[in-house]
């Protein structure tokens, strides 16, 4: 499996940025997709996740309303559409996927099987 993350960059506060992870290697059915953060000295905390079916989709609490996650099946593509950025979102980004949906662990980075190399966003106050 392989991840690729892009569309990371330099945005000012209160801009948008729509991230995307290329996925290959296999189907993706049962999978949850998802997307999490790591600034610098700081943990990888979770930003979004959805079923690979599209059924179900998770934010975080620091996301949720300035993000939407979907996904296109025919590109096998996962993106995270953020809005009204602020300077705390800088960090690294990265995609991950897990094979089956268990509701209770999307959340958890651990969780996660495999990992693409993150894209950087920036966010200038």
């Known amino acids: 499996v392989q991840l690729q993350a892009s569309g990371g960059g330099l945005v000012q506060a209160g801009g948008s940025l729509r991230l995307s992870c290329a996925a290959s290697g296999r189907t993706f059915s049962g999978y949850v997709m998802g997307w999490f953060r790591q600034a610098p000295g700081k943990e990888r905390e979770f930003v979004a996740a959805i079923k690979w079916s599209g059924s179900s989709t998770y934010y975080s609490d620091s996301m949720k309303g300035r993000s939407t996650i979907s996904r296109d099946n025919a590109k096998n593509t996962v993106y995270l559409q953020m809005n009204s950025l602020k300077p705390e979102d800088t960090a690294v980004y990265y995609c991950?996927?897990?094979?089956?949906?268990?509701?209770?662990?999307?959340?958890?980075?651990?969780?996660?099987?495999?990992w693409g190399q993150g894209t950087l966003v920036t966010v200038s106050s």
């Open positions: 991950a996927a897990r094979q089956g949906e268990y509701e209770v662990v999307v959340r958890y980075a651990r969780y996660y099987n495999y």
